[in-house]
């Protein structure tokens, strides 16, 4: 049997000196110091501890830094994203669905020191939403996987269209359409179809921007607006205008998924927006296709 070919994706995680050239040190507060010391150890005792466990299967493996990521992701069995939710996602822009990917939180956010220091800093660490392993559990995840125990979850992902040009970046989390300026007001018009149906009435908006969001997304900035969680594994899709003016969720009918494809799926869901930038004179047509694709993501 063929060897697995894997790619471990790592989050870069620098920490730069506190200390002046008096050997004195910037920090004014030496617990959050202390803290983001142990932080940025913890990240790198991950990526050996997930690096020796490689090393001792039966695959092939190429380590690389999030921040060198530039290429689609191609001639890989499995993508293993080493960091937080944040590098899964950023892999998931270089992916189709035909590679499965694993997330390993290296710094899972500890209760007991959010508490204990929620009076002098923010001590959350990494939420890991979208992974499946730490390092306490990533040897058994990992034997699971390549023994065919464990398989992967497909998760949908939204296709945008600009000016009828497909771009080729696919959302796992949400899309937002806002002016460049966080404080201006857009202006724009949306319309939604769904599968042979005719296109709902227009809608008129004045506000700071449209956000679209997936299931995977809506426990991301959708929640923290006022939005709702979904199931990881629905295939709804949720938008909201913002700042929060209403809100809608849109409701798939028929097959539970559609895998993606360059084939015209058996159905689909589209919002057009027409988008108004009244500083530099934009006009652009927007169209967002859910169900376009979906990732694979063990879970």
Request: with cysteine.
């Amino acid at each position: 049997m063929a060897r697995r070919r894997l790619l471990l994706l790592l989050k870069p995680f620098d920490l730069y000196s506190m200390r002046q050239s008096n050997g004195h040190s910037r920090a004014t507060n030496p617990q959050m110091l202390h803290y983001l010391e142990n932080r940025h150890k913890a990240h790198m005792d991950a990526i050996k501890f997930c690096q020796d466990i490689l090393q001792q299967k039966p695959v092939d493996w190429e380590p690389i830094s999030r921040n060198n990521l530039s290429q689609p992701i191609r001639n890989v069995d499995l993508v293993i994203t080493v960091g937080g939710d944040g590098t899964l996602l950023q892999a998931s822009h270089f992916m189709d669905d035909s590679v499965p990917i694993l997330g390993v939180n290296s710094d899972p956010t500890r209760i007991e020191e959010v508490e204990r220091f929620s009076n002098e800093f923010d001590a959350n660490r990494s939420t890991g939403h979208l992974c499946a392993a730490t390092v306490y559990n990533f040897q058994q995840v990992l034997e699971d996987i390549l023994e065919g125990h464990k398989a992967p979850s497909e998760l949908a992902r939204i296709s945008t269209y600009v000016n009828s040009k497909l771009l080729s970046t696919y959302a796992l989390n949400d899309i937002l359409i806002a002016h460049p300026c966080p404080a201006a007001l857009s202006r724009f018009s949306f319309k939604i179809k769904r599968d042979d149906q005719p296109f709902s009435p227009l809608v008129n908006c004045r506000s700071s921007g449209l956000r679209v969001s997936t299931a995977a997304g809506s426990t991301a900035a959708m929640l923290s607006a006022g939005g709702f969680q979904m199931p990881i594994l629905s295939r709804d899709l949720q938008y909201m205008k913002e700042v929060r003016v209403s809100r809608h969720e849109l409701h798939m009918q028929g097959q539970n998924y559609v895998k993606m494809s360059r084939r015209r799926h058996l159905f689909e869901e589209t919002i057009d927006s027409i988008w108004r930038s009244s500083i530099y004179g934009l006009r652009l047509q927007l169209r967002f296709t859910f169900l376009d694709s979906c990732t694979s993501i063990l879970a």
